[in-house]
Structure formats: C-alpha cells, structure tokens
C-alpha cells in the first residue's frame, strides 16, 4: 500500500496508522490522505489524484481526509477514485480492507488509535492526542471535518510515547486538530511524557492556540528544558477588529505579552506563526497591523495563506476583498517573514547548537532551524555543533 499525505501534522500520524493497518493490503493500493483548509489545498489534491491515476492506471485508489469527509460527492464524482473513506473510517482497518465503494460516517465518533512506531522517512515522532474543536472561528472549515474536541487517554498516550522511546525516537511531537484543548490537560500529560519517559529528550506541540496559554504554559517551560525552544501560534491577524470578526479569542496585545512572557524564561525561543491575509473588510491599515506584530515579535516562520472562501462558514457571507488584494498582501507578509528569517540565520552564526539528525546531511536546531550538517551522521542522532555559515535558507554547522 502507498499512501500520499496531505496537510497537517495530525494527517502525518494518521498516514502512519494507515500503513500499519493496510500493511497486508495489496501493493496496488494507493490512498490519498486529502486536507480541506483552502480552496487551493483540495484543488492540489484532486491534482494529485489526478496524476496517480495517470502513473497507476490499475491501481485502487482510495481517497479519504478531511476534502473526502466534507465533500464525498465530489471525489465520487471522479473517474479516478474507486473508493472514499471518511476521516473516522480511515483508522479503521475494516474500511481499509474492505471491496465496496467506501463509507464517510459521523465525525463525532471517538476515536481510537493503534500503536505506531513508524513514520518512513521522519526521525521525529508525531503523537496525535487530539482531535476536533469547539470553537467557532468564522473562516474555518476544519471542524465540520474533525468534528468535536475529544483526545485520547493519558494512559494511551504515555503507552505511546514509550512505545515510540523504545523504537530509538528521542524527539516527540504532541498534535491534534487543538491540541491546547486536549480534554485531560495538555500540560498534565506533558509533565507525565518528560517524567515518565526520560527518553524522549526532546518534546514539541503543534499550532498552539495563544488564547489558553497561561502561566502555567510558562512554569512549565521554566521547569523542563526538554521542551523545544520553538512555539507556532494560530495568531491568524495582528488588528483587534479583524480579530473579532475571525472569531479568534486573543487580542494583539495578549499576542505580544505572551511572546514577552516566553522569553523572559526562555530566551532563544524562536516563533512561528499562521496569518490570514485579505480577510473579508481587512483594510490596508488593518492588514499593515498585522505587519506590525510580526515585526514587534519578531515571528521568523511565516505560514501565509490568502483567504479562502469555505461554504457554510459565516466569513463567506462577509463583505469579500478582492482576491489579487488577498495574494499582494501575503507575497508582502510573507517577504517580511523571509527577511526575519534571515537576520535569525545571520545571528546564530558562531553559536553552539545541538541537532537533530534528520537525514544524513540535514537536521534541526532545538529551536527549530534548518542545518545543513558537515558530515554524514545518524538519523535520529542528536548531536552538538558549531554554526560556521549561512546558506540556502539554512544554517552550516
């Protein structure tokens, strides 16, 4: 079986659950694992499973995530998909074995995940202990694809997380849909990880949702040095009023005093950050506050998207700005956060790091920043360098 990812992190886990249960699976399966977030993210994947098809002319291609849960007529409809499976269905190995046309069921089930120890390719492990949300943000089409806020148990996470020590892994990475929403404590759980199974020597989040993060996020960066210095923020815009309109639960200022607040305890903490550009009635000097707090925060990893219409949210029924004016502000955010990015790079030149080995020639900084490594090591090594250089979007160590 072969199995194409598309989207987050919590898709990356959910890949590797599917290879494990179709391990049995005929080699000419093909599955998609599709994402819904923009408009240009499902256009991407029907391409996609466009192209299989082309490449794969006799193979059964099933299409499942979170485009085949939202619109399942749709990728019926295609001449090159013989099967759909919904985002519940697709963890679950009967669906994955079985002839007929496939089932997109209830995305309120609970779920259930077995335990995985392998992501092909990756040194990192992604533990996915979340799923869905309960919030109502006005552009967001995510949760009628992941439904309701519910999260795995902290004993099958901690199983996980071992299981996961004890195939080599040294660095984790907790996910899901809202991972600060985890439904048994997200800061609870971290401390059991780093406690519990003191081999896992590095811990990352997902996207953090900066509304809940309180002083008890930052006591606990100030206990545990095992968690990486590298925070990606939902933030979404930098104007109050915009904000508002998004639905989001954070102000500007709660965005800068939190960022402060990191550092004081946490001083090479680096930030990266989701935007929204050209949100329905952004103005130019709403969307130049937004450039704003980057430049405030100094946020060095920038994931611009240009507003996507998604039917059935209120923000399509917003007054719209015209879509060149949406792309000409995220080439401008997105020219700001490459800037930032470089002066980082410049600054830690000279400096001592440690990295892990993500493949042979490359790795990651604790931080969260590219190296490119001076000779060849083992993946999943940690190892201590010295930064010589800049180059390529990276650093040389």
């Not at 082309?54 to 001449?79: D, F, S, W």
């Not at 992501?119 to 967001?140: K, N, P, V, Y």
């Amino acid at each position: 079986m072969k199995v194409v990812t598309f989207g987050c992190r919590m898709n990356v886990f959910e890949s590797a659950v599917i290879s494990k249960l179709g391990a049995d699976v005929d080699d000419n399966v093909v599955v998609v694992n599709t994402c819904a977030v923009t408009s240009e993210a499902e256009r991407q994947c029907r391409q996609t499973i466009r192209k299989l098809r082309r490449e794969n002319p006799k193979c059964v291609l099933i299409v499942t995530g979170c485009a085949a849960q939202l619109h399942p007529e749709l990728y019926a409809k295609m001449p090159e998909v013989d099967r759909i499976l919904g985002n519940h269905e697709k963890l679950d190995k009967k669906w994955l074995h079985a002839k007929n046309k496939g089932h997109v069921g209830d995305v309120e089930q609970a779920f259930e995940l077995p335990i995985v120890t392998d992501f092909e390719g990756r040194s990192r492990a992604f533990l996915q202990i979340q799923q869905g949300c309960d919030h109502a943000c006005t552009f967001c089409i995510v949760r009628f694809a992941r439904g309701p806020n519910r999260g795995i148990s902290p004993e099958q996470v901690l199983t996980q997380a071992k299981a996961f020590a004890d195939a080599g892994y040294q660095e984790l990475v907790l996910t899901g849909a809202d991972v600060v929403s985890y439904p048994y404590n997200l800061w609870k759980i971290s401390r059991q990880i780093l406690e519990e199974v003191p081999q896992i020597k590095r811990l990352r989040y997902g996207s953090l949702d900066p509304a809940p993060l309180n002083q008890t996020f930052i006591n606990l960066l100030k206990k545990y040095p095992q968690i990486m210095p590298y925070f990606h923020l939902s933030i979404q815009a930098g104007d109050n009023l915009i904000l508002k309109r998004m639905g989001r639960r954070h102000t500007r200022e709660q965005v800068l005093d939190l960022i402060h607040k990191v550092r004081e305890v946490c001083p090479q903490a680096v930030f990266g950050a989701d935007f929204i550009t050209g949100f329905p009635t952004e103005t130019e000097d709403q969307f130049l506050q937004t450039m704003d707090l980057v430049k405030q925060a100094n946020i060095t990893k920038l994931h611009v998207f240009p507003y996507s219409e998604r039917e059935g949210t209120p923000a399509a029924k917003m007054p719209q700005v015209p879509v060149p004016i949406r792309k000409e502000r995220a080439a401008r955010l997105r020219k700001l956060g490459a800037e930032l990015s470089q002066n980082l790079l410049q600054q830690m030149v000279g400096e001592k790091v440690s990295v892990l080995v993500e493949e042979s020639s490359r790795g990651w900084t604790e931080n969260y920043l590219n190296v490119i490594l001076n000779k060849e090591y083992n993946s999943g090594e940690i190892v201590s360098l010295t930064i010589k250089g800049v180059k390529d979007n990276a650093l040389v160590g």
